[in-house]
C-alpha cells in the first residue's frame, strides 16, 4: 500500500502496518477519498482533517481513533467499530452507519 500525505510518501503492506512504522499520526490532512479500508485496523489513529469522502470503511476497527474535522461524505461505515471515537466537527452527510457499533 502507498499513501501520499502532505509530508510524503509512506508505504507499507497494510493500513495499520504504515500507522505502526510511522505513528499514530502519519495520516493527518491525507486525502484519501474513495479509499477501500474495509475491515482495516485503524484503532487510535490520529485522522485529523482526513479526507475519507466516499470511503469503504466497512467492519473497520475505529476504537479511539480521532475523526475531528474529517470529510466522511458518503463513506460506507456499514458494521464500522467507533467507540470512543472522536467525531466532532467531522462530516458525516451520506454516510452509512447502519450496524456501527
Do not use: W
Request: net charge negative; with cysteine.
Amino acid at each position: 500500500m502507498r499513501i501520499e500525505t502532505p509530508n510524503g510518501v509512506l508505504e507499507g503492506g497494510t493500513i495499520a502496518e504504515i500507522i505502526e512504522k510511522h505513528g499514530k499520526d502519519c495520516l493527518q490532512g491525507t486525502d484519501m477519498q474513495g479509499a477501500n479500508l474495509s475491515s482495516a485496523n485503524l484503532r487510535d489513529a490520529y485522522l485529523v482533517g482526513v479526507n475519507l469522502q466516499g470511503a469503504d470503511l466497512r467492519n473497520a476497527d475505529l476504537h479511539g481513533a480521532n475523526l475531528f474535522g474529517a470529510d466522511l461524505h458518503g463513506a460506507d461505515l456499514r458494521d464500522a467499530y467507533l467507540v470512543r471515537v472522536n467525531l466532532q466537527g467531522a462530516d458525516l452527510r451520506n454516510a452509512d452507519l447502519h450496524g456501527a457499533n
